[in-house]
């Protein structure tokens, strides 16, 4: 097997570092972006940032990052130096290099462990809410008072799917005792790890919108259950798909061309459904209303940005990343999003595309609540379940 410079030079666990990073920065310009433009993105999160240099909330989440990108660069840094090309042949890494397995996926666990540091520094306060939300979503709460933070964060989780699922097979490389430094096996835990991995986060919402529509009973709440159910037909087929492929049978009837029309029909349904419920729903723009308000150019009177191009444009990026999956169909780009490196672009690609989507969806909350700047004490249960 001959191992692609992009897998040896920047393997595996350095590439979930630097996906997480991606969406730690965005969501820091986004939180900058959205205080100069006077929403108080504090209080719709009901979050009180406390610190005694009086940082704005958004220079807190810069240094978070810029730490824990100085950590992960120093590290690569020194694994690069002594990664050697000479080292590389047709089996894969040498003996002489395997014991650099430990720097990148030491360097990912040390990078997780920063979340979950009990020590009451390195913005303990910030870390204590995330891990508080992420406990109350993952066992299925979902808090009154602080829905929306929860909301917010269970949608990010569903554009980190893909790395979750690196994770796990991260996880299984280095528990199996095999090296992170060669094209990654995802095959481990057999055909069923890939589809239940990336349907957590989905399921996760499934199940907020569940009890949202139990508590208030409006129908749009079954509508949401219905765009992130749309999500698991197409794991379902990928699945199906897989085992085709593995074990062909030309006279059978669902064969392999079935499959995949199957999952193209699938993923059809879900980037239409989940683009437009973007739009109406999660924005709450009227371009696709029966009689939309041309007074504001189909858009809402409410808006942040003063130009009504970057609504448009960024309607336009959000149709046009969640329909990338198209590059299955095309004949020149048909085996790109297998390869490691066409994976990791698909992946950034989805955080970007998210980080777009968290600051209007933040402005739209913003809207709809009429919430403005002043100050606040408000200081929520971490792991309350309502």
Known sequence: MVVSLFDLYFPLPYRICATI?????????????????????????????????????????????FVLTLYVIISWGIFVIGVNTKDLDINGPSA??????LVPVLTLFGFLFAFVYPGKTFHYNGRQRLLGIFKRIIFGGLDIDCRFADILIADVLTSYNKVLLDLVYTLCIFFSGKSSLTNPNRTYGGD??????MAIPSLIRFSQCSIDYLRSGATIHILNCIKY???????????????SKDSPDQDAFFDQNFFFKLWTLASLINSTYSFYWDVTNDWGLELFDSFPSYHYGGLRSVRVVKFRL??????????????????????SWNDFPDLETGLFILETLEISRRAFWVFFRTEKEWASSGTIIKDHNIQLPLTERR
């Open 21 to 65: 990073l991606i969406g730690i920065y965005a969501w820091g310009l986004n939180v900058h972006l959205l205080t100069d433009a006077r929403i108080d993105v504090q209080s719709l999160i009901k979050y009180t940032h406390y610190n005694d240099s009086r940082r704005p909330f958004y220079q807190a989440i810069y240094h978070f990052a």
């Open 96 to 101: 002489s290099i395997k014991l650099l397995d």
């Open 192 to 197: 069923f790890v890939a589809p239940i991995t």
């Open 229 to 243: 159910a749309s999500a698991f037909p197409i794991l379902i087929a990928a699945l199906l798909l897989k085992k």
């Open 310 to 331: 970057v609504y448009y444009a960024v309607v336009l990026i959000d149709f046009t990343l969640r329909a990338v999956w198209i590059l299955k169909l095309t004949y």
